[in-house]
DNA sequence: GGCGACAAACTTTTT
DNA sequence: GTTTGTCGCC
């Protein structure tokens, strides 16, 4: 395709933005609003029309998918030297740049990057006695001081001493977490000015996509990136910002024009993906944030079908009716599968639809959630990949140390770990630790000859590193550390399970004899690049990666579209979640999550909220999601399929009900109870789903399949109908201290088992002398005291 | 030091 | 319901 022929496809804002290339740019655009398209495009132009060579552009976005996606758009318009334009993700470009620089400020040459659980294994090994659950809490917030470029406040004094221990641990290893990728870079291109100049001398074109998402940290080493002769071109929307809680600054976005000089502004308004009807539902939604940059964004699609919201029972329930809706739009299209999508806020919510999509024969498959690098078995094997080419990785060389068993104890552990730490003449180095421990008999017992067995078996590997294939060497370190057959064995106790371990291990080994990993250290690093930074992309099989349903979270589906869109678990505690303890802020940013969901979608979106689910073993009442109300009535369809409205409404969701559970909606006003009425208007949509299983006479289903659809949770619309009207409010003196003997209306006598403190109030853990236990909050239940 | 049995804690979101 | 952690015994 010639370059006219592109740029006229362009609408006249994305022509204009194409065509700005001095100065700096900042892009806002909308969902939908063809931003990639725009940032491809000006790649494309600057080679073919401003004469810019490919590798002179930098293109920076949010995710690696989306690098890989840009990349092919380019190639495509461009040919080959597509492959020279250097898109990358902030972090690994960072590692891009260390890769070359590193050592410059005291890494590795070799450096690992640590994911979260290295890093907390990492402090863990510094203050072994510390609760493990505490010093992961703290490594959370220094994650997010990292990413903010911020010290710890000297008040939080165990936060400061965690801090300061947990740097000098990474550095005594010579590895990186993920924020330093972007923290080392810019101490790298602050302190050595050579450095700067001859980056900023290579990258005359500097682009970056999904900018509201970025934190201070990368927004500094933009900064540093951006030279006299360098053009700068943001794109994003404040609206699709979701990364706050990552450190992610909306400011970053707002105050580009302060940053970077002769900033122009271009406003992409036209959303290209959705209907009409979805767009109305996105805009009825984020509309309610107070702090957002005034915009319009209108749609090209007119019309389309309204959105629907369910309403349904259970989570199981849930789960049956997208299924069966699936199904039903699979009989008159192949493909529907392919182009759907099933979008959750937690990760945990998608075991309901795998289990359901599984029995009823549909392809699926899921993005990001259980991911192959988290498997135990290949977290082992790269453990020992860093381990010998890295002795002074201490936390792998903890979790490998012992595994298999080389009578090798805990506490044999912590002196070898701390002779390694401590002893200068040893820099950390934990083979050398492991030697002098035998030497000088610090070891005793059984553990001497297993630290012996371990170092014989190191040394006798470390030879051979670099004289065959990573993938073979990798086979030889396994073989001889004992690895594949503690495997082997594993796999024989485990035979129970589908995934065969030692078949994850050789997948590994296999993906190692690829060229561009098999080569020595080069091939080690670019792999262990690969593994930590894109996790994803490891163990997809063929045919998996693609085909059938899609089932991700709502954070994961930034920058991707669907026909059809299926948005489940729309209930107040779990989207927006912990309503009680969020902040004004914290809602607005979930409903930002909201927005980014919906338009998602471009010709069908489906939402669902079920009024019970099961949590931690127990029938939990669900409020509908706060978002849902603030949907302009005339812009959704609402089909309820629940129980109780199907019974001349003698237990219709009504008010009472979101009185039993009033403690969450205070505080949101009233509209909360005004639109309780609306549930209770029993809407049921006759044509598309429902006819098939209900009396058309009626209206009704037929008592059978009323009965079948509700079985398991038959008791609770009842139960919590019952408790709305005869206790209303537990007397605020009343309280509950373990052993207390109580009767609940719902569930007989009991005792209290537990009195503690969980998502910040006061819970109670009850055993039922039914045998059942729960956990309810103190501030809401009615037990009797007897 | 290893292993099994039982109890407790558990659910944000990701590079 | 599931996973992780602790305790006691071999």
């Not at 334009?85 to 050592?103: A, D, E, K, N, P």
């Not at 006299?228 to 105050?255: H, M, W």
């Not at 109305?280 to 079908?305: C, F, H, M, P």
């Not at 059978?704 to 605020?732: D, Q, T």
Request: charged share 30%; proline share 2%.
């Amino acid at each position: 395709m010639s370059m006219d022929q592109i740029l006229s496809q362009l609408n006249e804002q994305q022509l204009e933005a194409v065509k700005i290339n001095d100065g700096s740019l900042l892009v806002f655009a909308g969902a939908g609003s063809g931003k990639t398209r725009v940032i491809t495009t000006k790649i494309a132009y600057a080679i073919e029309v401003l004469g810019i060579k490919a590798h002179q552009i930098l293109a920076v976005t949010f995710t690696n998918k989306a690098c890989r996606e840009m990349q092919e758009r380019v190639i495509n318009m461009v040919g080959d030297t597509g492959n020279m334009v250097m898109i990358r993700t902030f972090h690994s470009f960072g590692v891009w740049l260390l890769r070359r620089y590193g050592q410059l400020v005291g890494l590795d040459k070799n450096f690992k990057i640590y994911d979260d659980d290295d890093s907390i294994a990492l402090l863990c090994q510094a203050y072994p006695d510390d609760n493990k659950k505490e010093i992961a809490g703290y490594y959370k917030k220094i994650a997010v001081l990292k990413d903010r470029l911020e010290k710890p406040n000297k008040m939080d004094e165990r936060l400061c001493k965690y801090y300061s221990k947990y740097e000098e641990q990474l550095r005594r290893t010579g590895n990186v977490d993920f924020a330093d990728m972007i923290i080392k870079s810019i101490e790298l291109l602050q302190t050595h000015p050579e450095v700067q100049t001859e980056v900023q001398n290579r990258f005359r074109m500097i682009l970056v996509d999904e900018y509201q998402d970025s934190n201070k940290a990368q927004f500094n080493l933009l900064k540093l990136l951006v030279g006299p002769e360098t053009f700068i071109c943001a794109v994003g929307d404040d609206d699709q910002s979701i990364y706050r809680f990552r450190g992610a600054e909306v400011k970053n976005i707002l105050d580009f024009p302060k940053a970077f000089k002769n900033t122009k502004k271009v406003v992409l308004g036209k959303n290209y993906r959705c209907t009409e009807s979805i767009l109305d539902v996105a805009k009825d939604v984020i509309d309610n944030n107070r702090t957002r940059a005034e915009k319009t964004l209108s749609a090209y699609n007119q019309g389309g079908d309204l959105p629907q919201i369910y309403y349904v029972d259970s989570g199981i329930d849930e789960a049956d009716q997208v299924v069966k809706m699936l199904k039903q739009f699979h009989e008159s299209d192949p493909e529907a599968y392919n182009n759907s999508a099933i979008l959750y806020r937690t990760n945990s919510q998608s075991k309901d639809f795998e289990d359901r999509l599984m029995i009823n024969g549909i392809p699926y498959h899921i993005v990001g959630s259980l991911r192959f690098y988290d498997r135990e078995e290949i977290r082992d094997c790269i453990a020992m990949i860093s381990l010998m080419t890295n002795p002074r990785d201490s936390v792998a060389f903890q979790r490998m140390i012992n595994k298999p068993s080389r009578k090798i104890g805990d506490v044999s552990i912590e002196k070898l770990l701390e002779i390694a730490i401590t002893d200068q003449s040893i820099q950390g180095d934990v083979i050398l630790a492991c030697k002098k421990a035998v030497d000088e008999k610090v070891i005793r017992g059984a553990a001497v000859e297993g630290v012996k067995n371990f170092v014989d078996a190191f040394d006798r590997c470390q030879g051979l590193f670099g004289t065959m294939e990573n993938g073979k060497f990798l086979k030889q370190v396994l073989l001889e550390f004992g690895i594949l057959d503690f495997y082997v064995k594993r796999d024989t106790t485990e035979r129970l399970k589908i995934n065969k371990r030692t078949e994850n291990i050789e997948q590994l080994v296999n993906m190692l004899s690829f060229e561009e990993f098999s080569d020595g250290q080069e091939g080690v690093n670019r792999f262990l690049e690969l593994a930590s930074l894109e996790a994803s992309a490891l163990g997809e099989e063929e045919g998996h990666g693609t085909e059938g349903v899609t089932l991700i979270t709502m954070h994961n589906t930034k920058g991707l579209e669907f026909e059809r869109v299926f948005m489940v678990g729309m209930e107040n505690e779990i989207f927006p979640g912990r309503l009680d303890e969020r902040t004004e802020e914290d809602i607005e940013e979930e409903r930002r999550i909201c927005y980014v969901a919906m338009t998602r979608a471009k010709k069908e979106l489906y939402m669902f909220c079920a009024s019970s689910r099961l949590r931690w073993g127990n029938v939990q009442p669900e409020s509908p999601s706060m978002f849902l109300k603030e949907i302009d009535e005339s812009h959704v369809e609402e089909i309820d399929l629940r129980f109780k409205s199907r019974f001349g409404g003698q237990f219709r969701f009504d008010n009472r009900q979101d009185s039993y559970r009033s403690g969450y909606g205070n505080g949101f006003g009233n509209s909360y109870t005004s639109h309780g009425n609306r549930y209770s208007a029993n809407y049921v949509n006759t044509e598309k789903f429902f006819n098939r299983d209900q009396d058309e006479t009626e209206g009704r289903p037929k008592p059978s399949e009323a009965s079948r659809f509700n079985i398991r949770n038959m008791k609770s619309p009842v139960l919590i109908k019952k408790g709305a009207a005869s206790a209303p409010a537990k007397p605020a003196s009343v309280t509950y201290e373990v052993g207390d003997r109580i009767r609940s209306e719902f569930y007989g006598e009991g005792t209290i088992s537990g009195k503690r403190q969980f998502a910040g109030r006061e819970v109670l853990d009850v055993k039922f002398d039914s045998g059942r236990t729960g956990t309810f909050a103190c501030d809401k239940v009615t037990f009797e005291k007897i």
